[in-house]
């Protein structure tokens, strides 16, 4: 299974909005609706920020939402606070009980 | 809270074995299918291994295959991952995770801190 393709960085302003995207291909993106996306900060464990493409679990600000059109998923954050400052991974099922991960995005708040 | 922690971790030789623990706390643990996440050092996050809650079925990524097995023990809320035939590519933290019982694939809404595995001569 291939990685899904993230761009390697991504940057704003506070109070800006960023969108990062996910691209795969139809055996994974493209064919489930099962996109995921995960914040990191350095030396943390992983924090799940969306589920399902659009969901948003419980306590997980409103400024984060996340979309999906044909074999691309995006992650946009609104209104950038310097806490949003992360590695963000996107996820998707990929068919026969497999699931793969995108390479990551840095996210800069300038 | 539901809270995991891992294992077992530490630094092995190429071609042996460890076995990774993850002791779950704070929820019913036998009602959630469970995960490994690995992350090797400054990269980015690959699935490994999956397990349903009552231990039914199992999944493993293609280049653990044949040499990791994940199991359970819904009785001692402990999930595990026992690893063979290590290579220096298994060099990771190695996350254990939780499945949201509300959704599937990819729905992690649970995280360990990770145990540190180092496969080096």
């Known amino acids: 299974q291939s990685a899904l393709t993230q761009p390697p960085s991504a940057s704003g302003s506070p109070g800006q909005s960023v969108t990062i995207s996910c691209t795969g291909t139809?055996?994974?993106?493209?064919?489930?609706?099962?996109v995921s996306w995960f914040q990191q900060h350095p030396g943390k464990a992983p924090k799940l920020m969306i589920y399902e493409v659009g969901q948003r679990p419980s306590g997980v600000p409103d400024r984060f939402s996340g979309s999906k059109s044909g074999n691309t998923a995006s992650l946009t954050v609104s209104g950038l606070l310097a806490e949003d400052e992360a590695d963000y991974y996107c996820s998707s099922y990929a068919g026969s009980n497999n699931l793969v991960f995108g390479g990551g995005t840095k996210l800069t708040v300038l | 809270q539901a809270q995991l922690v891992e294992s077992g971790g530490g630094v092995v030789q190429p071609g042996r074995s460890l076995r990774l623990s993850c002791a779950a706390s704070g929820f019913t643990f036998s009602a959630y299918g469970m995960h490994w996440v690995r992350q090797a050092p400054g990269k980015g996050l690959e699935w490994v291994a999956g397990i349903w809650h009552d231990a039914r079925d199992r999944y493993h990524t293609d280049s653990v295959k044949g040499r990791f097995i994940i199991s359970r023990d819904n009785s001692k809320n402990t999930l595990f991952l026992q690893m063979n035939s290590l290579s220096a590519e298994d060099t990771a933290v190695y996350y254990c995770?939780?499945?949201?019982?509300?959704?599937?694939?990819?729905?992690?809404?649970?995280w360990g801190r990770g145990t540190m595995v180092t496969v080096s001569s």
């Open positions: 995770t939780r499945e949201s019982s509300t959704s599937g694939w990819g729905a992690y809404d649970v």
């Open positions: 139809s055996s994974d993106v493209g064919g489930y609706d099962y």
